[in-house]
């Protein structure tokens, strides 16, 4: 499995972290950046990243940033994408069994590195429930016109 993972300043440490946990349990990562914590503005890796899901370059993307918040956001702009941001495991399990969703997007400020690699773990392990959440995922995305 290949995930695609990019941050801006405030992210950047953690997604140093993240790509070395990835990388540690076998995982391809494809780093976007940045190469350090000066200052960039995260719109940028948030479109790189998700263009790596859409073009199927990547199985899965990972933006970190001082909420998740923004980069959330600027990832749902691109069609394809079902990006969320997460602050609990538990929420990482339901957004991929009942929503299919691609792109997490974590807090790098406000969440510790050993919870957000928790919930990367559990968001890369669980599947999509298919099912009754199938249609809604439909009707979703749909949405994008």
Known sequence: MR???????????QKEQLK????QQGFGVIDRGPTSDARVDYPDFAALVADD??????????LVCG????????????????AVN???????????????????????????????SRILDAFLATSFGEGRHAG????????EG
């Open 86 to 116: 997460i602050v609990r495991e538990d929420f990482a399990v339901l957004s991929r069994e009942h929503n299919d969703a691609n792109v997490i997007t974590l807090s790098g400020r406000f969440v510790s590195f050993e919870e957000n």
């Open 53 to 62: 899901v859409v073009a199927h370059d990547a199985d899965f993307g990972v």
């Open 136 to 143: 809604r995922v439909a009707k979703m995305m749909a949405l």
């Open 67 to 82: 909420t998740g918040i923004g980069m959330a956001i600027a990832a749902n702009k691109v069609h394809g994408i079902r």
């Open 20 to 23: 070395a946990h990835l990388e």
């Open 3 to 13: 995930i695609s993972i990019g941050s801006d300043h405030a992210g950047f440490e």
